[in-house]
DNA sequence: GCCACCGGTGGC
DNA sequence: GCCACCGGTGGC
């Protein structure tokens, strides 16, 4: 029988997509797919099959009839996945964003892994540097025109960089530095100092500061410093402001 | 009771 | 008109 159970390269190890054509009725000749877990478990329909590995993995580009991610199949479901790019259902940190990933044609997330134990290897190892997890450079271009927006999907207004801070990033603009900035400062307790090496720029492969974003460096002076505790002190007046008109206020509305 | 297999149909 | 999806059932 035509009853090939193969692998499929859009899916993990132990997938199995299988074709089985129709032997006879008046659909003869036409054929089903059918897909199998690792478990076993048989899979007739796409609908199943994200139904059974949930709302952290979008099949929106899966072809479930060829088991290929087809790029240009981006399904409707597009407009929603945009808000939501980095924070899943149950609010977790979603791969898709938490970085690193690999990115392979699969339907499955996969992160990246640094291997250090090969067997035989001679060279010292540096068991600080062991733990850490790799970064893919230039992973902050994958920034590139995502924006914040409030409840009403509105965009936000975003900030103004200084001018001394600028890209070492091909391609990059501003909000794409802002953000890889944010994330910087964000994702890790280290401080951020920017890509301090010059030759970075040239050869990043070999220079690149992958713990840093792709900032050129930057010297934060006195003068850098006074301007930001004035903004600090001119913000808690007004607030310092606002707080006694409000009291007044409602004082005054008691008092009626 | 299970499931391989084909029919039927809703949505495009 | 096509086909993805799923219901239904005959055979085990």
Redesign the pocket.
């Known amino acids: 029988?035509e009853?090939k159970r193969t692998d499929c390269p859009a899916l993990p190890p132990g997938w199995k997509k299988e074709e089985?054509?129709?032997?006879?009725?008046?659909?003869?000749g036409?054929s089903?797919?059918?897909y199998y877990s690792p478990s076993g478990k048989?899979f007739?329909?796409?609908?199943?099959l994200s139904r059974y590995l949930g709302n952290s993995v979008d099949l929106g580009s899966f072809d479930?009839?060829t088991g290929k991610m087809l790029p240009g199949k981006l399904s409707?479901n597009r407009q929603r996945q945009r808000h939501d790019v980095s924070l899943s259902k149950g609010g977790k940190l979603d791969l898709n964003t938490a970085l690193p990933i690999r990115q392979t044609a699969s339907i499955f997330k996969q992160p990246v892994t640094k291997v250090t134990g090969h067997p035989g290897n001679k060279v010292k190892s540096d068991l600080q540097r062991a733990s850490e997890q790799p970064r893919q450079l230039f992973w902050e271009k994958r920034l590139k025109g995502l924006r914040s927006s409030d409840v009403t999907e509105e965009f936000l207004r975003t900030m103004e960089l200084p001018p001394g801070l600028t890209s070492v990033a091909p391609d990059s603009s501003d909000a794409t530095l802002l953000s890889a900035i944010a994330s910087a400062l964000h994702a890790g307790s280290a401080p951020v100092t920017g890509q301090t090496s010059a030759a970075a720029e040239k050869n990043p492969a070999v220079w690149l500061n992958a713990a840093q974003p792709l900032c050129r460096a930057f010297t934060v002076t006195d003068q850098h410093i006074r301007e930001q505790e004035l903004k600090v002190d001119q913000a808690r007046k007004s607030l310092e402001e606002a707080l006694l008109a409000d009291g007044l206020a409602r004082a005054q509305e008691l008092s009626l």
């Open positions: 029988m009853r089985v054509i129709r032997k006879s009725g008046l659909s003869a036409k089903d797919v059918y048989k007739r329909s796409k609908p199943q479930f009839r409707k």
